[in-house]
T-cell receptor, first 115, second 114 residues
């Protein structure tokens, strides 16, 4: 049962334009959502997160939007740069001690930003 | 400040053997989690340790085990290796175990089972 889904395996955008990466989830008990970026042969790097009590969080070029009613979140990158080309993972965590340290990841979306 | 260090970076083992992977967390971080990444299953949670205690475990067979030492360093062990255990194994550490966004990942250990 895939609780976190990234339905687009890949996305290609032009440098300077907006990149929008999407993520859907099924478990309404998730209380934190995170986005990680991963280059080949490296571990995931934390980008930005959002609490379930918020609908938007912004950090520089990165903005995450959360729509709880639709169980959907998205990551916007504006403007996109060639260095942003990587695999992006959406992850979710649940509240409570039984969920500590446990992130549930989506399958990832490969973003290619063309110069 | 040193990051999360995983050793070795690459490993080739034969079916039936066992393997031990090591993770040194960021200094001061007491929570360590392990993940398995494969092309088919993506990133999957293995287990989490805090103060030498396993607090959370994913849905993996008993062949996968781990431990944490008093200095917060952690090891994971896979016994009776199968071809399907070939994967990138990632370790992540955190200062505040309640803040899931605070996890920093290492570069991983690439395990190949032949």
């Amino acid at each position: 049962d895939q609780q976190v889904k990234q339905n687009s395996p890949s996305l290609s955008v032009q440098e300077g334009r907006i990149s929008i990466l999407n993520c859907d989830y099924t478990n309404s008990m998730f209380d934190y959502f995170l986005w990680y970026k991963k280059y080949p042969a490296e571990g995931p790097t934390f980008l930005i997160s959002i609490s379930s009590i918020k609908d938007k969080n912004e950090d520089g070029r990165f903005t995450v939007f959360l729509n709880k009613s639709a169980k959907h979140l998205s990551l916007h990158i504006v403007p996109s740069q060639p260095g942003d080309s990587a695999v992006y993972f959406c992850a979710a965590s649940g509240a409570g001690s039984g969920n500590t340290g446990k992130l549930i990841f989506g399958q990832g979306t490969t973003l290619q930003v063309k110069p | 400040k040193a990051g999360v260090t995983q050793t070795p970076r690459y490993l080739i083992k034969t079916r039936g053997q066992q393997v031990t992977l090591s993770c040194s967390p960021i200094s001061g971080h007491r929570s360590v989690s392990w993940y398995q990444q494969t092309p088919g299953q993506g990133l999957q949670f293995l287990f989490e340790y805090f103060s030498e205690t396993q607090r959370n475990k994913g849905n993996f067979p008993g062949r996968f085990s781990g431990r944490q030492f008093s200095n917060s360093r952690s090891e994971m062990n896979v016994s009776t290796l199968e071809l399907g255990d070939s994967a990138l194994y990632l370790c992540a550490s955190s200062l505040d175990p309640g803040s899931n966004y605070g996890y920093t990942f290492g570069s991983g250990t690439r395990l190949t089972v032949v």
